[in-house]
């Protein structure tokens, strides 16, 4: 779950929505509210190509007081939910009281004794600081992106700022949390020759990483909605479960998540 307000815009506070992977699930929006910013410019994103930058210090961006107060309230009429989920329009880790917002919901949680998974969505290209990793391994679940581990792949279709360096450095900065989870989003185009990821040479890599990393669990999905760049298409349930099969064969916790 990403957000259900496609490019760009997305509000603090959405949902509750059905996810497919975490249920009936609070979204919680830590970029801009009108504007999708964010660290990655991935080819496939729901939300729009948006714009691949820093938030400034100076744009508007709710704090932390602020979203502990619009979670309790929408709590007071959301019913029943299965997890409540730091995502949005941007990288949510970039938000400068990640930590302290990651530590109140927790609070917020053991007050009202409620049973629902705290997680996050990330594209983990702040797991250098201190803040973020300590704030990540406090939650119950952080998914962090792994879709592309070749180089020029992962420069072309996730688009990340060039201070996040290549694949090698990303996986580094995956393997320094306690826990991975890691969400891994494939997809073809027939029509634009480069654009796909669902690459024999890929997949490969894919499992790779995957055995370094020995991630908790693998959420193998494809694209569900309107993707930024619109000739992108899903890979078929049937080549998801064969890769997940294999995944499994070499050990590895896997779940496929089919359009």
């Not at 744009?59 to 939910?81: A, F, M």
């Not at 989870?181 to 024999?200: A, D, H, K, M, R």
């Amino acid at each position: 779950m990403i957000s259900p307000f496609p490019n760009s815009g997305c509000p603090t506070i959405y949902g509750p929505v059905k996810s497919r992977r975490h249920g009936r699930s609070l979204g919680i929006n830590l970029g801009l509210p009108d504007t999708k910013v964010c660290t990655w410019g991935c080819v496939y994103c729901q939300c729009g190509m948006g714009e691949r930058r820093e938030i400034q210090l100076d744009e508007h961006v709710v704090d932390s007081k602020n979203v502990l107060d619009l979670v309790r309230s929408t709590l007071r009429t959301s019913g029943p939910l299965d997890s409540v989920t730091i995502a949005g329009n941007s990288e949510p880790t970039r938000h400068p009281e990640f930590l302290t917002i990651v530590k109140e919901m927790l609070d917020l949680r053991k007050e009202l004794k409620a049973k629902w998974t705290l997680n996050c969505l990330s594209n983990g290209s702040e797991l250098d600081q201190p803040d973020v990793r300590s704030g990540c391994n406090l939650l119950d679940e952080t998914w962090i992106k792994l879709d592309c581990t070749i180089d020029e792949m992962f420069r072309r279709l996730n688009r990340p700022l060039l201070r996040i360096g290549n694949v090698a450095q990303h996986i580094e900065r995956i393997g320094s949390l306690q826990r991975v989870f890691i969400q891994t989003l494939v997809w073809t185009c027939p029509t634009v020759p480069g654009i796909s990821n669902w690459t024999e040479n890929n997949r490969k890599g894919l499992l790779e990483a995957f055995q370094k990393l020995r991630p908790q669990m693998i959420h193998v999905t494809t694209v569900a909605r309107r993707p930024a760049v619109p000739q992108i298409e899903p890979v078929s349930r049937q080549e998801l479960e064969g890769y997940s099969a294999l995944l499994k064969r070499e050990g590895l916790n896997a779940e496929v998540f089919p359009s």
